[in-house]
């Protein structure tokens, strides 16, 4: 198994070489100006990247849903709860206006508040993350 992995690999590394000289040699200027070169170079360098993008959410989740079952399961709904609780909490104390985009767009006002709530959740863990590191740090320092 870990042999056809490693071909794998190493023919997507070789392909994604290949398409990336291609554009290399294209030149920015060229592929700026023709539609019909954008399409015969990037393209197939999209399409690579896509199915590596596809085949790396896919191990994702098996690995995931696999660790999930075969661990501590209420650690891990533990560790879920809290998080959809921070989600809420943002949620919450979030609020939303309709904004003007930059190309003209607007951002509805719900959009404008889930924005928000990934801010706000964001700097909740970021805080969450920091204590424990330091609590962590105080407890070797205690404990020697």
């Keep these: 198994m870990n042999k056809a992995i490693n071909i794998v690999k190493i023919v997507f590394g070789v392909l994604g070489a290949i398409l990336f000289v291609r554009i290399l040699n294209s030149g920015d200027d060229a592929i700026e100006a023709d539609a019909a070169l954008q399409t015969s170079v990037l393209a197939p360098f999209m399409y690579v990247s896509y199915i590596i993008l596809g085949i790396t959410v896919l191990a994702v989740l098996i690995f995931s849903i696999k660790a999930l079952f075969t661990g501590n399961v209420k650690?891990?709904?533990?560790?879920?709860?809290?998080?959809?609780?921070?989600?809420?909490?943002s949620y919450g104390v979030s609020s939303g206006t309709e904004t003007a985009l930059r190309d003209g767009d607007m951002l509805s006002a719900?959009?404008?508040?889930?924005?928000?709530?990934?801010?706000?959740?964001?700097?909740?863990?970021?805080?969450?993350?920091?204590?424990?590191?330091?609590?962590?740090?105080?407890?070797?320092?205690?404990?020697?």
């Design 75 to 89: 650690k891990t709904l533990i560790s879920l709860g809290s998080f959809v609780l921070i989600i809420a909490i």
């Design 110 to 144: 719900s959009g404008s508040r889930w924005v928000s709530t990934g801010l706000t959740a964001f700097y909740i863990l970021a805080v969450l993350a920091v204590l424990a590191m330091l609590v962590s740090s105080v407890r070797k320092i205690v404990t020697k």
